[in-house]
């Protein structure tokens, strides 16, 4: 059974400041993994995806890692903003099912 | 709007009342996904869709749950004889190829 874990579950941290989120899996049979931001009380807003066969994917001040054999993913935040103060969350697509397995999230506050 | 949509946003009921929610998902998006969420916790996967076929059901969709997606469009999900523990927000999403893209949600408080 897949498991992700995040960690950590809250970061604090002064505007400007670059930033790293770590999510860990424990089967590396996936078929993708996907980063999530959630703000409170909303749904789930698609950050980034990274396929099996991909290493990392980059959009704007974001970027996300994938190291399957070791079962790890980062996403890399620069120059964080307060706009960026969320709950980031990041998911697996397991092997053989479409779920998406979710982590517990990380919540971000960027404070100005 | 091109996004999934969900309705109603909040659902306030009484233990033991039938709820149900809908589910309008990007148009041409033939994978569609429901998922609960507790506080404090990641979504947790309910039900897939690919058209109007449902391929998968967690064990956490007991017999009170029910979901359709007549006709390979909207879905629509029920909750039979609500309890306490059913409170929370429920996720609809879909998908075309790998990405999946989630609507705003339904919050539902069982009192």
């Known amino acids: 059974k897949q498991e992700v874990t995040q960690i950590p579950a809250a970061l604090s941290v002064p505007e400007g400041e670059n930033l790293v989120l770590n999510c860990s899996f424990t089967?590396?049979?996936?078929?993708?993994l996907q980063w999530f931001r959630q703000d409170p009380g909303k749904g789930l807003t698609s950050l980034l995806l990274?396929?099996?066969?991909?290493r990392e994917q980059t959009s704007g001040r974001l970027n996300a890692s994938l190291d399957k054999s070791s079962g790890r993913s980062t996403l890399y935040i620069a120059a964080s903003q307060p706009g960026d103060s969320a709950t980031y969350l990041c998911?697996?697509?397991?092997?053989?099912?479409?779920?998406?397995?979710f982590g517990k999230g990380t919540k971000l506050t960027v404070n100005p | 709007d091109t996004g999934v949509s969900q309705d109603p946003r909040h659902k306030i009921t009484k233990r033991g009342q039938n709820v149900t929610f809908r589910c309008d998902p990007i148009s041409e998006h033939n994978r569609l996904y429901w998922y609960r969420q507790t506080l404090g916790q990641g979504p947790e996967f309910l039900t897939y869709?690919?058209?109007?076929?449902?391929?998968?059901k967690s064990r956490l969709l007991s017999d009170r749950f029910s979901a359709e997606r007549p006709k390979g469009s909207f879905s629509t999900l029920e909750i039979q004889r609500t309890e306490q523990g059913d409170s929370a927000m429920y996720l609809c999403a879909s998908s075309r190829t790998l990405e999946a893209f989630f609507g705003q949600g339904t919050r539902l408080t069982v009192v």
């Open positions: 089967d590396s049979a996936i078929y993708n």
């Open positions: 869709f690919q058209n109007e076929a449902q391929l998968e």
């Open positions: 998911a697996t697509s397991p092997g053989g099912s479409e779920k998406l397995v």
């Open positions: 990274i396929q099996s066969s991909q």
